[in-house]
């Protein structure tokens, strides 16, 4: 045990986590030269597209230290957008110690010193490194100076580093040995194993990472899982590398894969512990806290036929995201489908992308809405997300809807279309200050509701891409939230109401309405489209109706006949007006909820 190391890399978003961990591969050989991609370890083709770490992903890697000593190191990359923190919780679970970067020129960020936090609730030893050395806007000595300050950690225990270029990575490597602490625990102790991860392979089944903390855990082993009470034979254990190494058993300390034979993906919960059934452990190890879901939408399969096709789906991906909340919702228009909790858009945004890549299915998604507390008139407080469960304005006492501390990165010559973007979406106390030369941070605080839909496009659009992004979650404060409800043909369309505050609800009620004019198609009867709270109607499309030219065949003659035969059409489309159905097209739900520009 005293030559194992399990770490994890942690960082604020983009500070060069994924490229210091292909630099340790490399230099611990664990990858083949012709094998070797930039990003090795984000497998999925979303995080190489985006350029992001989404998964934690785990890699055993071989190590000679200067003084002789042979060491496995069991390294785990992990995300670095708030949207991601619960991946992250889930790694320190199995690590004893974590590399914290700090980027040289952007310094200590809010994301950095939120991973510093949940490190040190897991007890872990950090070693913090200073990443982006060789760019000519770094500056390492502030940075040491905001690392004492900020972090609290010891400036002089930093190694600089490029990860890039691959300077200080040697020293990196010996860091790690001398400064990150060895497992604990007890090899002669009836076997507790940690269920940190979990991913679906079609051909093995369920296939779980864990972290051995006393005993060990070996092949033809019979297991039981201490919270659910479910057994299973070990069928193959070992440990992860870019492909899965067999071995015979896992010992004390050892963090790898394990594979059981699992079908049920309902089977297996994150954070459980595994013992042995013919000897069992006394307690199980304290488990992994579920993440609280901020934003929510509706996903409906475009087809009704591909609805159980979507369920399973959705059970996959939960397996492999513990974040993700869902449970069975219908609607009178689109169907059975899924009601979704997520930690952030971007979180939403992946999920979406990944169903419909992983598992090839077309969807259509409700307009996003956050959790919003409501007390009535008879003193209950409510959390409501879904428009169809609001209750009626006559009952509500108040509502409070969540708040958020933004951090927005901008060239200064951008400072005031940024600033003026802030104040057009409710932001509050606003404050800005200069990283470096050119380089502005504006921290402000303004409703969770404002960011869901095109805050972060017209970012990019008013500092022309080279504005960034991040938030994280405050309080909940007191805000004047309805009900809009979208009217098609005089008849509510329930997949489309959504919850607004009250001053920006005309404008996306117009648009709602406006996309659904130009999507559903002209009938033999008008339609109006409209947006409505409770009684009062706020905005308002037609689409006009088929009319035949009547009049065609009059030519010359008393004006009195035209008439006539327009009177008569007229009563015509009023006859058909009132038997008359509108059937709303499924293209025009996805208009409006793919393209939300309100």
């Not at 986590?17 to 664990?30: E, F, P, Y």
Request: charged share 25%.
């Amino acid at each position: 045990m005293n030559n194992v190391r399990n770490f994890c890399i942690i960082a604020h978003v983009d500070h060069g986590k994924s490229t210091l961990a292909d630099r340790l591969i490399q230099a611990c050989d664990g990858v083949g030269a012709r094998e070797f991609r930039d990003q090795v370890l984000d497998d999925m083709e979303l995080e190489r597209e985006r350029g992001i770490t989404i998964k934690s992903n785990a890699i055993s890697l071989a190590y000679t230290a200067k003084n002789g000593q042979a060491c496995r190191l069991n390294l785990i990359d992990t995300p670095g957008h708030v949207d991601f923190s619960h991946e992250v919780r889930r790694s320190l679970m199995a690590c004893d110690g974590a590399i914290i970067i700090v980027d040289a020129t952007q310094g200590v960020e809010a994301q950095t010193v939120a991973n510093l936090y949940l490190a040190l609730e897991h007890d872990l030893e950090l070693l913090p490194v200073v990443n982006k050395i060789d760019l000519p806007a770094a500056d390492v000595d502030r940075v040491l100076e905001e690392i004492d300050r900020d972090l609290g950690l010891d400036p002089f225990s930093a190694l600089p580093v490029s990860a890039k270029k691959g300077v200080g990575i040697d020293q990196v490597l010996e860091g790690i040995v001398e400064h990150l602490p060895p497992p604990d625990g007890d090899p002669e102790a009836p076997l507790r194993a940690l269920v940190f991860d979990a991913q679906y392979d079609v051909y093995r089944g369920v296939v779980l990472s864990c972290r051995i903390r006393d005993g060990s855990l070996g092949t033809g082993d019979r297991v039981r899982f201490m919270h659910t009470g479910r057994e299973y034979d070990v069928h193959e254990v070992g440990y992860s590398g870019l492909r899965r190494e067999k071995a015979d058993r896992l010992p004390a300390g050892a963090v790898g894969y394990v594979i059981t034979g699992i079908k049920t993906i309902r089977d297996v919960g994150i954070g459980d512990t595994l013992t042995l059934c013919r000897r069992p452990a006394a307690a199980p190890l304290p488990g992994y806290q579920p993440a609280r879901p901020v934003v929510f939408s509706s996903i409906y399969p475009m087809s009704s036929d591909e609805y159980e096709d979507l369920s399973e789906a959705i059970e996959k991906l939960a397996l492999n995201d513990a974040a993700l909340v869902y449970q069975k919702d219908a609607s009178a228009a689109l169907g059975f489908g899924f009601r979704c909790g997520f930690l952030g858009l971007l979180h939403l945004d992946v999920v979406q992308e990944r169903l419909r890549r992983e598992f090839d299915l077309s969807l259509v998604l409700s307009a996003p809405s956050v959790l919003y507390r409501v007390r009535t008139n008879d003193g209950q407080v409510r959390e409501v997300d879904n428009p169809s469960l609001w209750p009626e304005p006559a009952t509500i006492q108040s509502v409070e809807e969540p708040w958020i501390r933004a951090t927005i990165l901008v060239p200064e010559k951008y400072m005031g279309a940024a600033i003026e973007l802030c104040r057009q979406h409710r932001s509050a106390s606003l404050a800005t200050s200069f990283l470096a030369r050119g380089r502005l941070e504006i921290t402000v605080e303004m409703p969770l509701a404002e960011v869901l839909f095109d805050f972060y496009d017209r970012l990019k659009s008013v500092t022309r891409g080279y504005g960034s992004f991040d938030y994280e979650e405050r309080d909940y404060r007191a805000g004047d939230i309805v009900k809009v409800d979208i009217l098609v043909h005089h008849e509510r369309v329930d997949a489309l109401a959504f919850l607004a505050h009250r001053d920006k609800a005309r404008g996306r009620a117009l648009h709602y309405c406006e996309q659904l004019a130009e999507s559903i198609p002209r009938h033999q009867f008008r339609i109006p489209v409209q947006g409505a709270i409770g009684g009062s109607i706020i905005s308002r499309a037609t689409i006009n109706a088929f009319r035949k030219d009547v009049t065609a065949k009059c030519y010359g003659g008393d004006v009195s006949r035209k008439r006539k035969l327009l009177e008569k059409q007229k009563k015509g489309k009023e006859r058909m007006k009132l038997v008359g159905s509108v059937e709303i097209p499924q293209d025009a739900f996805v208009s409006v909820l793919r393209t939300d520009r309100a």
